[in-house]
């Protein structure tokens, strides 16, 4: 995948994950997009603890559903948790 369909994907795994999350994040595009990227990471490290290398055996490396499941939980993990880290020091006006 190219860095550009990287970006991309990061950007649309990030906005299903804040469209599902309760509540408002304040973030922008730029932060949504590296939402999803570093969502897209920890899903699959989480799946990979979990399940195994299932995915380079046999040769699929394209999108398939488990890879879109677990990139969008991963990006709500993440999003948690930087709202729970951020919220205490983030002011509202």
């Given amino acids: 995948m190219s860095i550009i369909g990287f970006l991309i994907f990061g950007l649309v795994i990030g906005l299903i994950a804040?469209?599902?999350?309760?509540?408002?994040?304040?973030?922008?595009?730029?932060?949504?997009?590296?939402?999803?990227?570093?969502?897209?990471?920890?899903?699959?490290?989480?799946?990979?603890?979990?399940?195994g290398n299932r995915s380079a055996a046999d040769g699929s490396w394209g999108f398939t559903p488990g890879g879109w499941i677990s990139s969008i939980i991963g990006a709500i993990i993440v999003l948690w948790a930087y709202l729970a880290l951020a919220g205490g020091r983030r002011r509202t006006v």
């Fill in 18 to 51: 804040r469209a599902v999350f309760p509540g408002r994040q304040q973030m922008g595009w730029l932060s949504t997009a590296v939402l999803g990227m570093v969502g897209s990471l920890v899903g699959g490290l989480i799946g990979h603890a979990l399940f």
